[in-house]
């Protein structure tokens, strides 16, 4: 049997298999394991099960040691594993994809909804006592049929969500993709344009790409001078490919009609360091803005499904094989 750490409880039946198969330490929590914590309790282990709140670098497997054979990170994307310093020390990088895209399509789409529809105000109306009675002028929201939606990252989650707003609001979609994807096309009825064409066509705006370089800050003040002033931001992917200081700017503004961030520059509170906490009271304040805890992939069957695939990683790895989802470092 091999030491496997695990950064976090997961859910998932599949999870026991792992326990079953090998000797496994989770982090109980609560919340994010300390780096110093970290360190110490990589030591020794093979494998390391990691969630995207932990930066999983060189440093962390140098502190587990020669014998560590894979990070398996409990994700679509793999931002927070140095990639580099894996392929140098021989580490064997893997996640969970294609696991999630009914489930953030959903929520994106629920998003989009509340948006247009000021559900969220309208329902802090109701509980404060506020509605007396019945009002046509009040709330009025935006229609989704017949609208432009604008998928910005052509993999599975935004195909998905392509699919899923044109079969129920028949809306024309437009994509923005490093290269042409045709059966995104296919599946949508989508055309590739320009990102810049894009934000100036589109009602909805959904995010779907990874964090890198070029995708970091890939929303910012810019972007939000072409977007229509009856446009809607939704981001499900990684929080910093918005900048939130332009977001809260756009917001008060009126630049646009509403944003809605299931992700964040910093996940975690207290590193929140990027904005002014002032700008995020602001943020927090907007009847116009949703923020949601990163749950666009919370369900249970996608959650069953990564811990499926996050396990199956590891112990393909720890018997000698090539994980399935193995992410290429090279």
Known sequence: MARVFVTRPIPGRAFKKLEEAHEVEVYPGPGKIPREKLLEEVKGVEAILSILTEKIDGEVMDAA???LKIVSNYAVG?????L?????????VANT??????????????????????????DHFVREGKYKVWDP??????????????????????????????????????YHSR????????????RKVSLTELLQLADVVTLHVPLSAETRHMISWDEFSLMKKTAILINTSRGPVVREKALVEAVKNKKIWGAAL??????VEKERKHLDPR????????DNVILTPHIASATVEAREEMTQMAVENIILALSGKTPRYLVKTS
Do not use: C, H, Y
């Open 97 to 122: 994809p294609s696991s999630l895209g009914d489930a953030v399509a959903e929520f994106t789409v629920t998003l989009a909804m509340a948006l247009s529809r000021n559900i969220l105000p309208a």
């Open 279 to 286: 700008d995020w009271r602001m943020l927090n304040r907007f």
């Open 179 to 190: 290269s042409r994807n045709e059966a995104f096309e296919r599946a949508t009825n989508g």
């Open 84 to 92: 580099e310093a894996a392929k140098e020390r021989n580490v064997m």
């Open 65 to 67: 040691g020669k014998q």
């Open 262 to 267: 299931d992700v964040f520059e910093q996940e």
């Open 137 to 174: 002028s009040i709330f009025l929201g935006l229609d989704l049929t017949g609208k432009t939606l604008g998928v910005v990252g052509a993999g599975t989650i935004g195909s998905v969500v392509g699919k899923r707003m044109q079969a129920v609001f028949e809306m024309r979609v437009i």
């Open 78 to 82: 793999f931002d927070n594993v140095d």
